[in-house]
């Protein structure tokens, strides 16, 4: 089992940029697939990055392409999210998720195709 601790987030203002961390234990992440999701308040969970399991591939909702990188560092065994140029709407609680296989195209953005969640990090972005 593995235990993951989401690090990084707090208040910045729009257009200014943020490195969220998702740091690992109890098991090395070289063996998992990783997800970044987020929820807003009075929204549901959202996919935001995926990155499989080699770090070779990854995929991104439309609404963050272009600003947002996801990235896997298995010798410190943490993923992080780059969130640069942000916006009031990137305002949620963000969530890191670790899946135990590399994830086919369509199921990268569904919440139970991963196997672990941690416990969230606020993102506050003022307009």
Sequence with gaps: QVQLV??????VQAGGSLRLSCAASGR???????????????KERE????INIS????????????RFTISKDNAKNTVY?????????????????????SLFFRLRSV??????????TQ???SS
């Design 47 to 50: 996919f935001v990055a995926y």
């Design 6 to 11: 989401e690090s990084g987030g707090g208040l």
């Design 81 to 101: 999210l780059q969130m640069n140029t942000l916006k009031p709407d990137d305002t949620a609680v963000y969530y890191c998720a670790a899946a135990q296989r």
């Design 123 to 125: 993102v506050t972005v």
């Design 28 to 42: 090395t992440l070289s063996s998992y697939a990783m997800g970044w999701f987020r929820q807003a308040p009075g």
């Design 55 to 66: 770090g070779g591939t990854t995929s991104y909702a439309d609404s963050v392409k272009g």
């Design 111 to 120: 919440t139970t195709s991963y196997d672990y969640w941690g416990q969230g």
